[in-house]
């Protein structure tokens, strides 16, 4: 969508519903769980970055702590801290985050970090539940 105000009634009925799946605590959804947070996560980027919007710390805050859901062994986790971190960094607000040695976003200060497409797109996964 180009129009702002169309997409933006969209993407909250759509972040919504993305939310309660990270949320849910039934068993079904909590092993797709890392693919919605990825889903979410990437998308809500994609969001800000077309639109050009000043995302608050409570939606930030909300993002890190579903990031911090993921296992670090998980495959997808490695391309959604990356995507945050270059958020962050562009939207001056890395001081959310916990910079700890041992923390997934270390290693990206100090680099130049862009966001191409291919780091917000997610592959989709189809599995026997």
Partial sequence: MMDYNEAKELFAEGEARMKNLIESKEFYK?????????????EKIRYI????IDPD?????YMNNAINMVSDADPYKEKMCYAFYVLLEEKN???ILDMSMDGPY????????ELTESDLEYE??????
């Fill in 30 to 42: 909590e092993k797709a769980k890392p693919f919605s947070i990825n889903s979410y996560i990437l």
């Fill in 49 to 52: 970055q077309k639109f050009n």
């Fill in 57 to 61: 710390k409570k939606e930030l805050t």
């Fill in 93 to 95: 607000k890395l001081g």
């Fill in 106 to 113: 270390v290693k990206y200060i100090g680099r130049k970090n």
């Fill in 124 to 129: 989709s996964i189809v599995e026997d539940m």
